[in-house]
């Protein structure tokens, strides 16, 4: 049997604050998650987000200490045109979510920018130019 990468896993220090960033990009988690240890949404083709709470991963490894900064994981979504980048990029701004690249036209023929989820990670906004 072959293995498929089909979990991309995220360690949070605030569950609300991430179910929101992530809500307000389209992931649907179930009413009630924010009370939970531990989430997971469905992200389409058998993929799923989860994420847990710092405590939750202390739970098993208790010597677990968050490491400071950017860069732990990268996640990207498509928002179908560059207008629906910058869209979503002012309404991610405007709720108050950090801000790591604003928009541009990339050398590679997107429109491309970067936010910050509430623990830092980076989530690239992105669509073909026309």
């Given at each position: 049997?072959?293995?498929?990468?089909?979990?991309?896993?995220?360690?949070?220090?605030?569950?609300?604050?991430?179910?929101?960033?992530?809500r307000r990009l389209g992931v649907e988690f179930?009413?009630?998650?924010?009370?939970?240890?531990?989430?997971?949404?469905?992200?389409?083709?058998?993929?799923?987000?989860?994420?847990?709470?710092?405590?939750t991963v202390r739970s098993f490894r208790p010597?677990?200490?968050?490491?400071?900064?950017?860069?732990?994981?990268?996640?990207?979504?498509?928002?179908?045109?560059?207008?629906?980048?910058?869209?979503?990029?002012?309404?991610?701004?405007?709720?108050?979510?950090?801000?790591?690249?604003?928009?541009?036209?990339?050398?590679?023929?997107?429109?491309?920018?970067?936010?910050?989820?509430?623990?830092?990670?980076?989530?690239?906004?992105?669509?073909?130019?026309?």
């Amino acid at each position: 049997m072959g293995i498929r990468l089909n979990v991309i896993g995220i360690v949070v220090a605030d569950l609300g604050a991430s179910l929101a960033f992530y809500r307000r990009l389209g992931v649907e988690f179930a009413e009630g998650a924010e009370t939970a240890p531990h989430v997971d949404a469905e992200l389409g083709g058998g993929v799923k987000l989860m994420l847990d709470t710092e405590e939750t991963v202390r739970s098993f490894r208790p010597d677990w200490v968050a490491v400071p900064g950017a860069g732990r994981i990268g996640l990207a979504c498509d928002c179908g045109d560059p207008g629906g980048v910058d869209a979503k990029f002012s309404e991610l701004v405007e709720a108050g979510y950090r801000v790591e690249l604003k928009p541009f036209d990339a050398f590679w023929g997107q429109r491309y920018a970067t936010v910050l989820d509430p623990d830092g990670h980076g989530v690239d906004l992105y669509a073909a130019s026309v």
